[in-house]
């Protein structure tokens, strides 16, 4: 009787345990077309697809959930397999980037992982998800033999550096549109009829970028109507909203 | 009356950049410093185009722009 009331407790907190860290279960339920439909796995023979299943654990996550918090050591990379989960990073000052939202067929961690280190961002579910995860160890033995899921894994990881680009391009051209705007702002002619007259030069020092982001950006503002460049003149047509772009408080 | 680049007579070397990119040709050199041709002036200039500001090496020709609130 002992033994048979030990057995539930130690069945009890298992269970609780797989609970606190989101359910994990490792059984024959991890479907061969789940795994299909990630780029990771497209492509891949049914043999080759059961000498990988042995190796994925799924992973039930509630809405609001951290997956993986960034700085942590990466063990596995997850797969989507339904909903949302979002890949983002927080800044110094608390504000959150999102880097990219994983939907069923993308994967996330993936970058660290072979990069022997730590997680780099860190993933959020947005709904209720459930994911497959594949260790690191397991993962870089099935990549030793099986030369499509190497060749998916390159073809996918460079995508993920197009994606980062593109992000910093983004990122940094936001800030330079914010600056311009701000000095735009603050040049603006007084009630005096002063002028401060603005070269695009100027403006290139005094945002700390390359004169041609100025360009751009103007055009970009002017794109946004926000603003409407003529001839030596910058006429402001939106005050509140070039505000907003340069983060100054209405 | 029409705005012109501005010229700081003393920074222009007379290298001729400004002359090459200048699409409307309104620059010229008046002993190896850049002016702006009299009477045709930089009219044609409509848009402002800030290349030979651009290109100028030494920041010796400048389009400044003023910057207004819409009425
Ligand atoms: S702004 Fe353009 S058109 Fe006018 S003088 Fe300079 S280069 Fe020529
Ligand atoms: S580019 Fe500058 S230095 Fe050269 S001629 Fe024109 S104004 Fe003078």
Known sequence: MKGGIEMISSVCSALLGNLEAGIILNDMAVKAESLQ???YFSGLSPEELVSIQKHIFEKAVTRGEIVIFEGEPARAVYFVISGVVKVFKTSSDGKEQIIYLARPGDSFNDVPVFGEGLSLASAEAMTQVVLYGMEKDDLEASLRELPKLAENILRLLSQRIEQMISLVEDLSFRRVMGRVAKILLENVEDTNGQRHRLTQQDMAAMAGTA????????????DEGKVRLERNRVVITDKEALREIAGVGI | MTKMPEIDRDKCDGCGLCIEVCSCHVLVLVDNVV????????????????????VCPVGAIQCPFDVITEE
């Open chain 1, 37 to 39: 439909s990630n780029t």
């Open chain 1, 211 to 222: 004169r041609e982001m100025i360009g751009r950006s103007l055009k970009l503002l002017e």
């Open chain 2, 35 to 54: 002016e702006v041709k009299e009477r045709i002036g930089c009219q044609q200039c409509s848009k402002w185009c800030t290349m030979c500001e651009m």
